[in-house]
């Protein structure tokens, strides 16, 4: 195979999220894209999430995650869910805990509640299905994608 897989990878659209986790009390979140709907009944949601994230254990742990579709606006939020400070990731964030314990943010235009099904690893991402166990509309607007992330996503993230 050439070596165009990477660039072509580049020109695949995502959305871009806000997935988080808890485990043991302690909460966190992290951008996420590779993100898909695999089903509607029952309401599947799949994340590809590389096993060296603090959040991928916690998901394993925790069996559960939240996933958060933000606003073109909330940009700032690529940079505070970098890193691996929990606590600062959440400071001054409204939030509350769901049915399993993630985190659930406020300010969103729509948010997802995961129970994880099933755990794949089929290649270097570990691939998490969840069902719907929540979810819920906060308001109107542009969901934040790839296409707004100039120059940065390159097929690999
Ligand atoms: C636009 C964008 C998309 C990303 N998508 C993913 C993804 O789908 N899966 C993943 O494992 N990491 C992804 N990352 C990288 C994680 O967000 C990053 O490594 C994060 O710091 C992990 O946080 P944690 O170690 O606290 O869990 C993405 C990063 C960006 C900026």
Known sequence: MNQ?????????????????????????????????????DPPLIMAA????????????????????????????????????????????????????GVPILKDCLAWFELQVIQHHQPGNHSIFIGTVVDADVQSQGNPLSTQDYEGMYVGKN
């Open 49 to 100: 999430v590389h096993p060296n994230r603090y959040s991928h254990d916690m998901i394993v742990n925790g069996r559960a995650f939240g996933l958060h579709i933000i606003d073109q606006s909330q940009k700032a939020l690529l940079g505070r869910f970098k890193g691996p400070d929990p606590g600062k990731k959440f400071s001054g964030m409204d939030w509350k805990p769901g049915k399993t």
């Open 4 to 40: 165009q897989w990477q660039a072509a990878f580049g020109q695949m659209t995502y959305g871009i999220y806000v997935l988080t986790a808890m485990m043991d009390d302690t909460v966190n979140g992290m951008i996420a894209s590779w993100v898909s709907q695999v089903s509607y």
